[in-house]
């Protein structure tokens, strides 16, 4: 068990279980592409997260991480994944309201629409849905526009 904030070696050993196992099944890390991630991190005056290791190379330790479009943060801050698909949605208002003034029909809109926007809303929904009240509010905003 993790008792406060007392890491011991368990992350080095959650390490080297994962390459064990990829090692049984004939699978291989790229060490390069892996990184650490403390969640909720220790943070008393003199506490540091401990290095691990894998296949003699330190990994790096990272406060926030994309996976698989997710993004993650060592505070559990889910806004963060609301505040990534809003910057990504944001200039398809202003392209709407340009087609709209070319003429587009509504159905043209919406589709748009849904090609862009709704698939990143849909894709992000189990993120999104543990939101602040706040960023709930902003989704809500711009879906109604």
């Known amino acids: 068990d993790i008792v406060g904030n007392t890491f011991g070696n368990i992350p080095q050993e959650i390490v080297d279980a994962v390459q064990r196992w990829c090692v049984d099944n004939k699978m291989r890390l790229n060490v390069g592409k892996c990184k650490v991630i403390f969640i909720n991190p220790p943070?008393?005056?003199g506490?540091?997260?401990?290095t691990v290791y894998l296949l003699g190379q330190m990994l790096e330790t990272v406060n926030?991480?994309?996976y698989l479009g997710f993004e993650l943060s060592d505070s559990l801050d889910l806004d963060l994944q609301w505040r990534r698909v809003r910057s990504i949605v944001s200039p398809v208002e202003f392209l709407l309201k340009q087609l709209k003034l070319n003429g587009w029909s509504t159905p043209l809109l919406?589709?748009?629409y849904r090609a862009y926007c709704l698939s990143l809303f849909t894709y992000s929904a189990v993120m999104l849905t543990s939101?602040?009240?706040?960023?709930?509010?902003?989704m809500n905003a711009f879906n109604s526009r």
């Open 47 to 50: 506490s540091s997260v401990p």
């Open 131 to 138: 939101t602040s009240a706040a960023a709930k509010c902003e």
């Open 64 to 66: 926030s991480y994309k």
């Open 43 to 45: 943070r008393v005056l």
């Open 110 to 112: 919406i589709c748009v």
